[in-house]
């Protein structure tokens, strides 16, 4: 696997990186190993500094952060800012509210006195995305290393620079040596390390593929693990919807970070009374973005994250069409050599389509229409992924009864989707396992300890099962 940074907008390749060696790797892992045992009964408290360091450093450096972003993976620079201060928002999160979540939890038992205490499982593999580079490692970073839990990482190949940028703010916030460890590493490499025995969790967000080779590895060793692997979330526009509020929403759900966003919408699923005004609502918006440099403030549209992706994105385009699809509108050509996808709306995809079912990660909207909020629940969950959703209907509350009928797991009514550090983000189905942020994203990798104590030992102890029946 050749790590490379190569700017989508200039085509220029900015710097090329070597993988990690074996003995690299191992040296990552021994001290990785060696910090968890250090820090295996220490208090939360002597790692909250570290996370509001970490937090001030993202916000005093944030220009400097977003241009990494903005120059390996095409990000306008004002999103990355976003992202950027996303991440100083979740180092702080954690930092004011670890301690509380992590207390032991007591337990009312005829057994003795009992409670639940939250220690560190050790140490964890993490594996992560170009589209959120800094975002995606916070998300898992903070938390538990709130917990104590050091991690090894392996970012995307495209992403190298941010993946070293995450990794030195980190290191200059005050962590101990251990505690985040970039590792460039072959595809054999992360199978070397998630069976490793000093390795007790892993934490995967990236493609269903990607997903499947982890978690393979990962349950033949015993490993606990979470999956976030993408999905094909619906936009759901109801009968009594607010068109207002629906076309000022709509196209940002589908085009923020050129549409490569796991939870952006990627099927408008559009009752029979809204069809057509939406349609021409969506076709105006989508013409009206400007296509260009991500780093100048007037540009509404970035480039894709690589040749390859966009290649990627234009087969599934050209095979829907092939399959009957309708191009309903593809924006005009534009004059530059950058890796830029023409903003496209698709429509008449039936089950048969090669698109049907399947994640367009660019900006492409497939637009289906139903006759009703039945038909549109329906074909929601008609879908082997459950990751998010959009619900627009007349009120907030007959939205959330939409949105309880749809299997996924995350859905936002009458508001754009969003991701903040005490909303658990996560799916179900083909979208993965697992939650990361908020009070269950510290929780996934602790080891639940229960201790019961008593001054002496009961009379009615028999072969170590204790009988309730004779207390």
């Known amino acids: 696997m050749a790590y490379q940074t190569t700017n989508p907008y200039t085509n220029e390749v900015v710097k090329t990186y070597e993988n990690a060696t074996p003995e690299y790797v191992e ?15 220490d208090p939360v408290a002597t ?18 952060l977003a241009k990494v972003l903005t120059t390996e993976m095409g990000k306008l620079f004002t999103e990355a800012q976003g992202e950027v201060e996303l991440c100083a928002m979740i180092a702080d999160y954690y930092a004011d509210h670890a301690e509380e979540m992590l207390k032991p939890r007591a337990i009312e038992t005829i057994a003795g006195e009992a409670q639940l205490e939250n220690h560190p499982l050790g140490v964890l593999m993490a594996v992560e995305p170009w589209n959120f580079p800094y975002y995606q490692m916070m998300r898992i970073f903070a938390p538990n290393f709130a917990v104590g839990d050091p991690i090894v990482f392996k970012h995307a190949a495209i992403t190298p620079g941010s993946a070293l940028a995450f990794e030195d703010a980190v290191r200059r916030a005050g962590a101990p040596d251990g505690s985040l460890t970039n590792l460039f590493l072959s595809y054999d ?45 619906a936009f759901i526009v109801a009968e009594d919807a607010n068109m207002a509020d629906v076309n000022a929403v709509a196209p ?5 970070n050129a549409g490569q966003v796991c939870t952006s919408s990627k099927r408008f699923i559009v009752t029979a009374n809204h069809y057509d005004e939406f349609l021409e609502s969506l076709k105006a918006a989508f013409g009206s973005v400007k296509l260009g440099d991500p780093m100048d403030p007037t540009t509404t549209l970035a480039p894709m994250n690589s040749k390859k992706a966009k290649e990627k994105l234009q087969a599934q385009v050209d095979e829907a069409i092939a399959g009957g699809a309708t191009a309903y509108f ?29 994640e367009m990660f660019g900006p492409v909207a497939q637009v289906y229409k139903v006759a009703n909020d039945d038909e549109a629940v329906e074909l929601a969950n008609d879908a082997d992924y459950g990751l998010g959703g959009i619900v627009f ?9 939409l949105a309880s009928r749809i299997e996924t797991g995350m859905v936002f ?17 083909k979208s993965g396992f697992g939650r990361e942020l908020g009070q269950t994203g510290i929780s996934s ?5 229960l201790v019961v104590k008593r001054e002496h030992p009961n009379d009615d102890e028999t072969g170590g099962l204790i009988l309730p029946h004779k207390f």
């Open 330 to 358: 593809v924006h005009d050509a534009v004059a530059s050599d950058g890796q830029f996808f023409l903003p496209t709306i698709l429509t008449d995809i039936d089950k048969d389509n090669p698109a049907y079912g399947k």
């Open 445 to 449: 990798f602790v080891n639940q300890e």
């Open 393 to 401: 209907a007349g009120s907030a509350e007959s939205g959330a009864a």
């Open 47 to 64: 790692r909250i500094p570290v996370l509001h360091q970490l937090a001030q450093l993202f916000r005093d450096e944030s220009d400097s």
């Open 252 to 256: 940002r759900a589908r085009l923020y």
């Open 27 to 41: 040296a990552s892992l021994a001290k990785a190993q060696k910090l968890y045992k250090e820090w295996r009964n």
């Open 189 to 233: 490499q992360v199978s070397q390390v998630v069976a490793d025995k000093r390795v007790q969790g892993v934490a995967l967000t990236g493609s269903e593929r990607g997903g499947v080779a982890v978690a393979e590895v990962a349950g033949k060793y015993l490993k606990k693990n979470t999956m976030e692997l993408g999905g094909v979330d």
């Open 413 to 429: 009514v009458n508001t754009f989707f969003s991701s903040l550090p005490e909303l658990e983000f996560g799916g179900v189905k």
